[in-house]
């Protein structure tokens, strides 16, 4: 009782200090309004307050996010990443968000760590710096091994788990509130998208689980070589600490780091959504915390990847799916998208798959081979919701992740390099998936376990010693099911020869 009054309390807080610095939904941002928001706007300007008058929309809403807790400042680093929607200022204005927050003491920091390994951090650490940047829930610091290898030390915040618990409380009573106060939000599935950040959050509390993340990456991203990241010194891993090989260049936080010399920014805009895409399609793991303070870049055209408390995975029809979705969209075969929407069941059946794919190639059209300079992001958004409305489209908890990080990753890209072409980028990735997986020899492999995992199943049910039967019995559901499934792929197996 008392924490749900608790939860109330903040929320209620939380909407009064952005009311009153006028950044819930600023007056300067109207234009991008649609006439809902835009009325919305206008009256909740009446409460602004003197703070409505100290900065830009994005400092102020900068001020109130770090104010409210680490799932607010996250909410806050994915919005910093969408320039094309939101203006540059703005999101430059946000990005302080990233990793420029109010560092704890080193002296703190080093409890933390001796408390969390279990021994002197001069056991382990032949110097400890001061911090070299901070975010919601934690800091790094510049180190030294006893062997002279530069490292960096992870340190989570005192007290940051109690914080996020409560922010998980407040988190899930606005999602309830909206999910029963505003029908247009009910789509989006609020309490599970409440629920998927706040256990996604939850996760980035125990270093250890982040240090099997990086290791985890770092081995998937030296097969393709778009993106790398730093090693894992184990002996420097615990609950609350996390240690690595300093990662090598410029953060993409720091404006310098795009105008080093030698610098190849398409290059760069390029490899980072292939590296995401390659990551995704090919191994079903990616890095989902992409923005600005965790890549690191160097001339010409390299990206280290930092803070692997965010991975997120996708099974085999997930990514199948995303690959037939973005295919089809590159081909420009929009009736291709609408089936596979309809197979995975993104669209309900009640619709008519032509209605989709004509409303799929009213988004696509006007967007397809045109820079990122020349689409607002702003209008085809506002789009696609309108679509997932007329379609009854609700939110996929299991893509949650995914939906985040292609707008991070996207984001990040057109900010490095404005007149990036997204699909021209995505192509040779995309078509080297659809050209492995898809073709004869892929679904002849595919059919081939199908079939036997059914002789497996078979030959368990075989020795497994049956009851007694009664007289005239016949064989038994299970062995029906199983031979009746042998037969169809065997029958699959042979059409597919037959195709060949």
């Known amino acids: 009782m008392l924490q749900g009054l608790s939860a109330a309390a903040r929320l209620a807080g939380a909407g009064w200090r952005l009311a009153r610095a006028d950044a819930l939904l600023p007056r300067e941002l109207r234009p991008l309004y649609p006439p809902g928001l835009e009325r919305l706007s206008r009256l909740s300007g009446v409460l602004a307050g003197p703070a409505a008058r100290r900065g830009r929309p994005g400092e102020r809403l900068a001020r109130c996010l770090e104010g409210m807790g680490p799932v607010a400042i996250k909410l806050g680093q994915l919005l910093s990443t969408r320039a094309d929607i939101f203006g540059t200022e703005f999101a430059l204005d946000l990005a302080r968000l990233k990793d420029r927050l109010d560092p704890f003491p080193t002296e703190v920091a080093r409890r933390e760590i001796a408390a969390s390994l279990g021994r002197p951090v001069e056991a382990l650490f032949a110097d400890l710096g001061a911090p070299v940047a901070a975010a919601s829930l934690a800091q790094a610091h510049e180190a030294r091994l006893a062997d002279g290898r530069r490292v960096a030390v992870k340190v989570l915040r005192p007290g940051i788990e109690r914080q996020v618990e409560a922010d998980a409380r407040v988190m899930g009573l606005a999602a309830g509130l909206a999910e029963r106060f505003a029908p247009d939000a009910k789509r989006l599935e609020p309490r599970t998208l409440a629920a998927s950040v706040i256990e996604s959050v939850r996760r980035e509390l ?257 020795e497994t010693p049956p009851a007694p039967p009664p007289a005239a019995r016949g064989p038994s559901p299970a062995v029906l099911l199983a031979a009746g499934a042998l037969v169809a792929a065997l029958a699959a197996l042979a059409v597919s020869l037959s195709a060949l």
């Open 206 to 462: 125990d270093l250890r689980l982040e240090a099997a993340g990086a290791d985890e990456l770092g081995a998937v991203m030296a097969r393709d070589g778009y993106m790398s990241a730093p090693a894992v010194v184990w002996e420097g891993v615990g609950r609350r600490v996390l240690t690595l090989e300093w990662a090598r260049g410029v953060p993409l936080s720091d404006p310098a780091s795009l105008e080093a010399p030698g610098i190849d920014r398409q290059a760069l805009a390029t490899g980072l959504i292939r590296a995401f895409l390659a990551q995704a399609l090919d191994h079903g793991v990616f890095h989902a915390d992409l923005h600005e303070g965790n890549l690191f870049v160097s001339a010409p055209d390299r990206i280290e990847a930092v803070d692997f408390g965010i991975v997120g995975r996708l099974g085999p029809d997930e990514r199948r799916y995303l690959a037939e979705i973005l295919w089809g969209f590159l081909q420009r075969d929009y009736e291709r998208v609408a089936r596979v929407h309809f197979e995975a069941g993104y669209v309900p059946a009640r619709h008519a798959v032509g209605d989709f794919a004509q409303a799929l190639r009213a988004v696509g059209e006007p967007i397809f081979g045109r820079t990122a300079r020349d689409v607002p992001m702003s209008r085809v958004l506002i789009q696609l919701f309108e679509i997932t409305g007329q379609f009854d489209m609700h939110l996929r908890p299991e893509l949650v992740l995914l939906q985040k990080t292609m707008m991070t990753a996207e984001g990040v890209a057109r900010s490095i390099w404005p007149d990036l072409d997204i699909w021209t980028a995505a192509d040779p990735v995309v078509r080297r998936w659809m050209t492995r997986e898809l073709s004869p020899a892929a679904r002849l492999g595919r059919l081939g376990e199908q079939a036997g995992r059914v002789l497996s199943r078979l030959s368990a049910l075989a």
